[in-house]
């Protein structure tokens, strides 16, 4: 009888095929038993047959006369042909239809020393002798494959299909790849959108954001035709078509304005301008300064570290700076901080100072100090010698600036609340009176914001042409007035230095140059080992040669907030008064356009000049006169 087996409630059961295949004991039992126990059945096949075994007496032949199965299987079930294999003994099992049992079929696959093996096709063992080596070989491993169970062939036809799977990914892989190749140099070649294209994207952004992927690669491919122009340009199209399409890609991609992103254009080449504008897509590194009135950077690092933060020295330029990596405590509320230890300020902020370099017991001007940073540090370099005013025109900033003060234990500090523009007109002040000037003004001036945009993205759209004059007109009031206030008679000082943190040439070489021609003032080295030469020319504008002294930082190139420094020394007291008449006669041409304007030393020469010139004419005049009233009456 055959196994009652449902195939829809089939369960694995047995070792799987990975321990069948390693034949060891079977193989080795097989050549010492008689030849009458070949037809043994392994114990796992015997346990789920049922006891009675079916004997045949001989091969093909059924018991009680029937073919097929006779139990209740045989509806289902479909009798296979059967497969004569020969062994030694007689005593082999067959079952019903004269099929080999499935124990003794996997005896003789587990045998290797069987001397004739049958084929799928039933083929004798004298037929196998005239086979070569490796054809009987390959029919070994056929049979071999042939008589695997049905939960080893379920497995193998899942590997295979598994495999076949991977076979067919390689092959869309390998036919994409070619795909992907050919879009590549598709995209290579550059071409501009024709206006029709562009104005349907127009109105597509309008009801839809616009696909900044296809923006970005446009992008890239507009900056590959830009720096090989004359290669890759389209026939027909101008330099100028390519840089509108490229701002206005620029603009919707990173959400500036067109005015700031023409601005930015001017400044920085092509390549650098992207590497600024991604570099301002991504926060900058948290930096505290260590408070060296209260403890020293060595000891405030253990500390925190021992606190669980991740830090590291700033860099060799500063001695007391920290950078933070991560933290698990937040920095601005740790014992330390609380105890004054160190304060939270950018890297760039700590570069004035270092420039102004202030000596103990000066006395030291901080025009725009909130929210107090620049002005601890200004303390902590002077060791909480002579004295330093801390002025500042917004009254609620100043409170920042106090309780700065107080914590990081700053004791040589005066907080005023004056308007800069007004500070050395104050002349009858008590302050003036007593200190007769100050030895170092530090000036950082309100502007634009243009260098922090990482901090504050609200700087990419609302700054416009007006802002930017508007806060280079209270620069140029500021700086004069910080010259103004510094004593050129100093022993050890007679230094100002000017920074903002914008990178606009209006409000930085433009404000510098205009300080040089108004005031007695040069521009010395700032100090500082790093950081880019500022501009000596800008498109149309020619600043004095001087300018190379002062400094520019970035945050593309020195991960750092953008900041300029510039630092003059004041060598005269005196204000120039020479310099207003220019500005003066340079009003007269504008009223009349017509005449010419010549220096007065060259007037005075040419007064008599002109005196003698004039004279001569008057009687030829007159003769001319003469001769015209003698023809009137002969006309008569």
């Known amino acids: 009888m055959g196994r009652k087996l449902d195939p829809t409630r089939k369960e694995k059961r047995g070792p799987g095929r990975k321990a069948r295949k390693q034949r060891g004991a079977e193989v080795e039992l097989a050549r010492f038993l008689p030849p009458g126990k070949l037809g043994l059945v392994r114990p796992g096949a015997a346990s789920r047959r049922p006891k009675e075994k079916h004997v045949v007496k001989a091969a093909g032949q059924t018991p009680r006369g029937r073919s097929g199965f006779s139990d209740g299987n045989s509806k289902w079930l479909a009798p296979a042909k059967a497969k004569k294999i020969p062994s030694k003994g007689n005593n082999v099992e067959l079952s019903s239809d004269g099929e080999v049992e499935e124990g003794s079929w996997e005896m003789e696959e587990e045998d290797g020393s069987s001397e004739e093996m049958v084929d799928d096709y039933g083929a004798s063992s004298s037929e196998e002798e005239e086979l070569l080596p490796i054809e009987k070989a390959a029919l070994k491993q056929k049979s071999d494959r042939g008589g695997l169970s049905e939960d080893d062939s379920e497995e193998e036809e899942e590997e295979e299909a598994a495999e076949e799977a991977s076979r067919q990914k390689m092959g869309q892989k390998e036919e994409e790849s070619p795909d992907l190749q050919l879009n590549v140099d598709i995209d290579e070649q550059f071409k501009l959108p024709t206006n029709e294209q562009i104005e349907r994207e127009d109105i597509l952004f309008i009801c839809d954001p616009p696909d900044l992927h296809i923006i970005h690669q446009r992008i890239k491919g507009n900056m ?106 937040p920095i601005g509320a740790t014992p330390e901080y609380l105890a004054g230890h160190y304060m939270l300020q950018g890297a760039s902020s700590l570069l004035p100072v270092m420039a102004l370099a202030p000596q103990e017991n000066e006395r030291i001007l901080d025009m725009c100090c909130a929210p107090g940073g620049k002005t601890s540090y200004i303390a902590q370099l002077m060791k909480n010698t002579g004295m330093i005013l801390a002025n500042d025109s917004n009254a609620e900033r100043l409170r920042s600036v106090v309780g700065n003060l107080h914590r990081l234990g700053v004791t040589n500090a005066v907080v005023s609340n004056c308007d800069g523009r007004q500070f050395p007109k104050v002349r009858s002040c008590l302050l003036w009176g007593v200190l007769g000037g100050f030895d170092r003004v530090l000036l950082d001036a309100p502007c634009s914001g243009t260098g922090v945009i990482s901090k504050d993205p609200a700087v990419k759209t609302n700054k416009d042409e007006k802002d930017i004059l508007r806060c280079a007109h209270l620069q140029k009031e500021l ?76 945050p593309h190139t020195h991960n750092m907030d953008g900041f300029f420094v510039a630092k003059f020394k004041k060598f005269s007291n005196a204000i120039p008064q020479a310099q207003k008449e220019p500005a003066v006669e340079a009003a007269t041409p504008s009223a009349v356009p017509d005449t010419v304007m010549e220096p007065q030393l060259k007037k005075k020469k040419l007064e008599g000049s002109k005196v003698k010139e004039q004279k001569p004419p008057q009687p030829a005049l007159k003769k001319r006169h003469s001769l015209q009233a003698q023809r009137r009456p002969l006309k008569a």
């Not at 400044?267 to 991604?278: A, C, M, R």
């Not at 403890?295 to 606190?307: G, K, Y």
Request: with cysteine.
């Open 479 to 554: 700086i004069l007035s910080a010259i103004d206030s510094v004593n050129a008679a100093s022993e050890t000082g007679g230094y100002i230095v000017y920074c903002t943190c914008s990178i606009m040439v209006e409000e930085n070489e433009w404000v510098v140059d205009y300080a040089l021609k108004k005031r007695n003032v040069r521009l010395v080295a700032t100090g500082l080992d790093f950081g880019k030469e500022g501009f000596t020319r800008f498109k149309d504008r020619r600043f004095h040669p001087s300018l190379k002294s002062t400094r520019r930082f970035y």
């Open 224 to 329: 590959e035709v830009l720096q090989d122009f004359v290669v890759k340009r389209e026939e027909g199209r101008t330099r100028q078509e390519y840089l509108t399409l490229l701002r206005q890609d620029m603009a919707a991609y990173y959400s500036y304005s067109d005015f700031l992103l023409m601005k930015l254009m001017d400044i920085f080449p092509l390549p650098e301008l992207i590497n600024f504008l991604e570099a301002n897509e991504v926060p900058r590194p948290v930096t505290i300064r260590t408070n060296t009135l209260k403890t020293r950077r060595r000891d405030l690092a253990q500390a925190l570290i021992n606190r669980g933060v991740n830090l590291d020295p700033l860099g060799k330029w500063s001695k007391t700076g920290l950078v933070i990596y991560d933290s698990s405590v």
